[in-house]
């Protein structure tokens, strides 16, 4: 019989689970060629500012692979309503069967997205790392938030968003977590305060430039997740001492990788996977490097936390 896993179990066993752990393990299965990760199915809805992503894969040796559907309607907040949704189906690689049904209704795939800003952080961030910088006040660039100080040690970040108002709440909300937190009044400003930096949005226009990068800044780009959209300048890429895919594969077809190679200042053997970044096959050359880490989202994440809490539900 298929189990049901509400959101409120899945909830509790997040605690229990080291999510960053798994994630990291993830990503060297991946690079190691140990995933199957068929490309991501995408249905928009332009009209509602909506989108469904269906990602999925199998590990190879386990018993079971994941399936997940996971929708992001960005006019919800308006409605009263949030604007993650989504299920995870985890079915049987000897028979096929549905196994169980998570209904996580987007928040494992938030805390499997803040864990790998997490986990890139833990390898690529600065060795004098002051300030963090995040762009963006959605759950996102919360979560950022929480994570990064589970492998970091700083405390003092600056945040900029469109919306002063909702940036003052995600500030307010990030000083609860024990941050030094402020508003910073532009992109600008955070890329000349932070060494860190996170962007968070889902913006179709890059909004952090190029001269405006300082040597030794790191840049985790993870709200292109589509082909459409695109945070970071693609010079950013171009000058970076190393770029930084999830997924070569993927990132190839969306993201900052896929902008940038789009207009033709970055080719593919210029890319590095992070499997292999953290693996230790190869990391930051100078500590003035500039790295840039874009992570579109990977099916392997999901099976990875999907079959944690699948161990803690039975």
Known sequence: MTKVVPLEQILKALPDIDV?????????????????VPPVGELLFPDENGELHIKYG???????????????????????????????????????????????????????????????????????????GICGSGVQA??????????????????WARDSGRAEEAVRDIARMGYDARVAASPQEVAASAQLIVTTTAAHEPYLLADWIKPGTHITAMGSDTPEKNEIDPMILKSAGMVVADSIQQCQLRGEIRAAITAGVLRREGIVELGNVISGKTGRRSPDDITVADLTGVAVQDIMIAKAVVARTN
């Open 58 to 132: 199998a590990v190879r040796g386990d018993d079971v692979f994941v399936v997940k559907l996971a929708t992001g309607f960005f006019n919800n907040p308006k409605l009263g309503l949030p604007p993650f949704s989504g299920c995870m189906l985890v079915l049987s690689a000897k028979t096929g069967q549905v196994v169980c049904i998570l209904l996580e209704e987007g928040e494992l795939t938030n805390h499997r997205t803040a864990a790998a800003g997490a986990v890139v952080a833990r390898h690529l961030a600065p060795p004098r790392l002051a300030t963090i």
């Open 20 to 36: 960053i752990g798994e994630i990291e393990r993830g990503f060297v299965a991946l690079s190691e060629g140990k995933v199957e």
């Open 142 to 159: 919360r979560l950022q938030a929480d994570y990064l100080r589970r492998v970091t040690q700083c405390r003092d970040l600056v945040l």
